[in-house]
C-alpha cells in the first residue's frame, strides 16, 4: 500500500500567514501540520508516500520535508499546476500509485484516528472513507447512510441530509483511477474526489466507512487554527511543559502545557496553558495563554493578559511602562503594534 498526501491548495482562508508559507506548514503544537500526516502513515508501515505541490510550494516543502528520511518513508514529490480539486490532485499521482491500494490524506487535515480500520476495510471494499459528525455540515462533503451503506455524497450542500461528512482520510484501490478519468467540473469549478466516489457506488461498489469520535481538524481559518493547536498540544505535552535547551526563561510562570522553542527569551512572564512558540521569540512582562507564535515574536511591556492570538514572523507588540494590551491580537508576518500612554 501506498501514500499520497494532497497539499496544493491555495490557503486563502488562512492569509495573510499563507502568503509566504504553503498551508501545510502553518505549525500545530510547534510542527508542520503535513508532518503529522507523513508521520501517521509511517506509523501504519506504509513507506512510500507520494506528496502533491504546486510548483511554487517546491522550495518551502522540500526543504523542510526533503526525500522523507527522517521520518523513516521515501516521499515523491508530485505536481498540480493549477488546484482544480481533490480529484485532479490524486489524478497527477496514477502513475505513481500504479495498481497499488492507497491511503489518501488531506494535508492541512489532522487526525487522531488510526489509518489501521480504514485499511482493513478496503480489503473487501473498492473504498473506505473516514467520516465524522459535526454542526455545520454544509461546509463539508457530506455523506448520507441508508441501512449502514453510503448511498449518496454531496459536496457542500446547501442543505445537507445529515450531519456526516468527510474527514479528508480515504482508502482506494486504484480502480478509483478509471472514475477519476470520467469527472466533470463541478458548480464549483473543481473535479470532486466525492463525485468520483459516487461513480463507485452508483456501479454497485461497496465503499466503506469509519466513524471516528475522536479529535479531527480541517484547519481552514484562524479559529480552527487556534483550536487545532488547543487538543494536538493535549497529544503532544501530555499536560508538561516542553521547552527548548536554550531556551531562557527569567522570573516567568508557565501554566502546561507550553511548547517554547529554540532560541525564545523570556522575561517576567505568565505564559499558558496552550502557548506555542516555534522560534526566537523575545517577551517581556507580558501575559499570554491559548495563542500561537511563530518564528523570532517580540512582545514588550504589554502587562495585562491577551489570549486567542496568533502572531507571525517577526510580528512585534510594544507599549510603554504603564501601559497594557488586552484582548486578541491576529497577526501577520513582520507586522508592528504599539501604543503610547494616555
Request: hydrophobic share 40%; with cysteine.
Amino acid at each position: 500500500m501506498k501514500g499520497l498526501i494532497v497539499c496544493a491548495g491555495k490557503g486563502s482562508r488562512l492569509r495573510p500567514y499563507t502568503l509566504n508559507r504553503p498551508k501545510t506548514m502553518i505549525p500545530v503544537a510547534g510542527k508542520p501540520i503535513l508532518f503529522y500526516a507523513i508521520e501517521k502513515l509511517a506509523d501504519e508501515g506504509i513507506h512510500d508516500i507520494g506528496i502533491v505541490i504546486h510548483p511554487s510550494q517546491e522550495a518551502v516543502i522540500y526543504d523542510a520535508a526533503g526525500t522523507g528520511e527522517k521520518f523513516g518513508v521515501t516521499l515523491t514529490y508530485l505536481y498540480q499546476n493549477e488546484p482544480k480539486g481533490i480529484a485532479d490532485a490524486v489524478a497527477t499521482a496514477e502513475s505513481f500509485i500504479g495498481t497499488s491500494d492507497f491511503v489518501l490524506m488531506l494535508g492541512d487535515n489532522l487526525v487522531k484516528e488510526p489509518l489501521g480500520p480504514l485499511m482493513d476495510q478496503l480489503r473487501l471494499a473498492e473504498a473506505c472513507i473516514l467520516l465524522t459528525e459535526v454542526v455545520d455540515p454544509q461546509h463539508y462533503g457530506v455523506v448520507e447512510i441508508n441501512d449502514h451503506r453510503i448511498v449518496r455524497l454531496d459536496e457542500k450542500p446547501k442543505y445537507p441530509k445529515s450531519n456526516l461528512v468527510i474527514v479528508g482520510v480515504y482508502a482506494f484501490k486504484s480502480g478509483i483511477f478509471d472514475h477519476i478519468r470520467n469527472l466533470t467540473v463541478s458548480l464549483r469549478g473543481e473535479l470532486e474526489i466525492t463525485d468520483a466516489i459516487q461513480r463507485l457506488i452508483d456501479q454497485k461498489n461497496k465503499v466503506s466507512y469509519v466513524i471516528t469520535h475522536k479529535n479531527v481538524s480541517d484547519v481552514g481559518n484562524t479559529e480552527r487554527w487556534l483550536e487545532a493547536n488547543t487538543w494536538m498540544m493535549d497529544e503532544v505535552c501530555q499536560g508538561k511543559k516542553l521547552i527548548s535547551s536554550d531556551a531562557v526563561l527569567i522570573k516567568c510562570t508557565l501554566h502546561e502545557p507550553v511548547i517554547i522553542g529554540p532560541g525564545c527569551r523570556l522575561e517576567n512572564c505568565s505564559i499558558g496553558p496552550y502557548v506555542s512558540m516555534i522560534s526566537g521569540a523575545h517577551l517581556v512582562e507580558c501575559s499570554i495563554e491559548r495563542s500561537i507564535l511563530l518564528s523570532d515574536v517580540t512582545i514588550l511591556g504589554t502587562g495585562q493578559a491577551f489570549s486567542n492570538s496568533i502572531l507571525g514572523d517577526k510580528a512585534c507588540i510594544k507599549g510603554q511602562s504603564g501601559t497594557f494590551a488586552k484582548g486578541r491580537f491576529i497577526l501577520g508576518d513582520h507586522s508592528q503594534c504599539s501604543w503610547l500612554e494616555e
